[in-house]
């Protein structure tokens, strides 16, 4: 029989109440397959950071996953980059992912260096970053602390270094909104999932990840200082932008 037991199945069963979602070893242990049949577009997304990194990432700089999860976008920007004394720096708050990442990160070779740091992104200080990668981390922190957060990132990065910024957005007009809900779901579907666990992982989500429009994502980019702001991948409500200091 095939071994199902890396198969996301978290929200499969009815339940009474659903739980707010939390980045535990459940979740850890599926996460690959969770996010590839949730997020669609995601696989592109990690490869082209892979790319962008390419590009952007310079000797002697740093470089920061935030919210690294399995290390995902860490390991395309490992295997991408060419810079030479180059520090590749993975956090994530969740000890269980982070403990997957490690063990995902031992096969990587030496050169770049990989330090993978179990903290809240809050509380991490960014210095000499040529890249800087929020990869669907930014929607799991309170609204009220973005600009904080934003505002820290710009001030340490390198003059014309960059920064991927990916979210789920909302958008304001009702009709774009349903429709790119139907079509998540239909992507969900899609990929298997039934309409139990697309309904119940919405409501663990509800409390946990909030989106916001592009507009707002945009118009902050731009108060904290980044200089050019643009998204390179949109997906229904699922968006990646690129913003250059
Ligand atoms: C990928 N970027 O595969 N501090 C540190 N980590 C946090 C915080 C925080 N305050 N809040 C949430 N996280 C990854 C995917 S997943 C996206 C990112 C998703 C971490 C959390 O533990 C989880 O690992 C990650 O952010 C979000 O490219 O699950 O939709």
Redesign the pocket.
Known sequence: MADDSNKDRLYADARELVPDFV?DDRVARVFPDM?NRS?PGYGTI?NMIGTLAAQYVKDGSYCY??????G??SMAIHSAIEAVDVTLVG????PA?LARAKANLVQCRSDPAIELIC????DVTIQQASMVVL???LQ??PAEERTRILKKIHHGMLPDGLLVLSEKIVVANDTAQQLFTQMHHGFKKAQGYSDLEISQKRSALEDVLIPESLACHVERLKAVGFSTVEVWFQCFNFVSLLAIK
């Open positions: 980045f996010i997020v990690i996953d935030l919210g690294c999860s399995l995902a976008a956090v994530d708050n969740s992912m903290a809240d992104i809050r990869n669907f981390t799991f922190l």
